[in-house]
């Protein structure tokens, strides 16, 4: 089956990654819930949750997101891809940061 990433990472330290199915359905979701302050990672109806504190960094939140992703009991195809897509956009992330403040 083919997956698509949707992507939006914030320097704020909002995170949202989305693994798609070929209509367009969520079927892997990391995320910030800025409402709530917890990191999440979502899977069909299940959802793993951390308490995230307010002065973490990005890096910060981006490693409490890579880490529960790693617990969750996901299969291994989505969680490659998943953490693939949240390294990928943190990397770009970081590239337009160092080319805005050079």
Known sequence: MAHYISSFI???GMILI????GENNPVLT?????MTGHVAVYHGDRIWRVKADPN?????TAL???DL???ADLPDDLRTLGLAALQNSLTK????????TA
């Open 10 to 12: 914030s320097p704020l």
């Open 64 to 66: 409490a997101l890579f």
């Open 18 to 21: 989305e693994i798609l199915d």
């Open 93 to 100: 992330l970081c590239a337009r940061l160092a080319s805005a």
């Open 30 to 34: 990391l995320t910030t819930e800025v």
């Open 69 to 71: 992703a790693h617990e």
């Open 56 to 60: 973490w960094s990005l890096g910060d």
